[in-house]
C-alpha cells in the first residue's frame, strides 16, 4: 500500500470493532465484464459506496491507504482501468475515450453487484472520468470530490506550448490513456 502523506495518520480500525468478524469483508479481484477483465477492490461497509477514480495511467494501488481509511466508515471502491501502467486488469484496444472507461466502470460495478448510490471521487485525469460517470449516470451518483482535476482543454493549452515535435512524442507517451 502506498502510505499516507506526511502528517496524515490513517487507521483502518477507526470507527470499526477490531475483530475479525466485525471487518466487513474485502471483494477483490479480476471481473469478466465482456471484452475483458477489470481489477476491482471494494471493502468497507455504508451507504454511499465510494469511487475512487486515479489519475491518467495510475492503477488502484495509490489509493490503497485512502481505501483503507475510509472503509473504517464507508463502502469504498478502487479499480484499475484497462492499460494502466502496473495495472492487473486486461488490455484493450486503443486509444480509450473517456466514454469507454465510464462504461468499463458501470459494466465492472453491475458485474460484482455494487449498487450506489456512489461518491466518485476523481484525481487529476480520473476526474474527466468521474465528472462524465456522473453526468452519464445522475441517478447513481450522490457526490463528488475532485482532487487535482484535470480540465478538457487542458491539452489544446499544453499543445500550444510545445514544438510540434514534443507534441508528437507527448501524444504517443499518452497514446491509450
Known sequence: PVPPPSGVPLRATVGLDATPAAVPERLDGLFDIGGGRR?????????????LESGANDPAAPWFAIETAVAAFARVCSYDRANTAGGASDPAAKPRTSRDMVADLHALLAEVGEAGPYVVVGHSAGALNGRLYASTYPDEVAGMVLIDPSHEE????????????HWAIYQQMNLGI
Open 39 to 51: 481489477y476491482l477492490s471494494c471493502f468497507g461497509a455504508g451507504s454511499p459506496t465510494v469511487l
Open 154 to 165: 487542458q491539452n489544446v493549452q499544453r499543445q500550444a506550448l510545445l514544438s510540434p515535435e
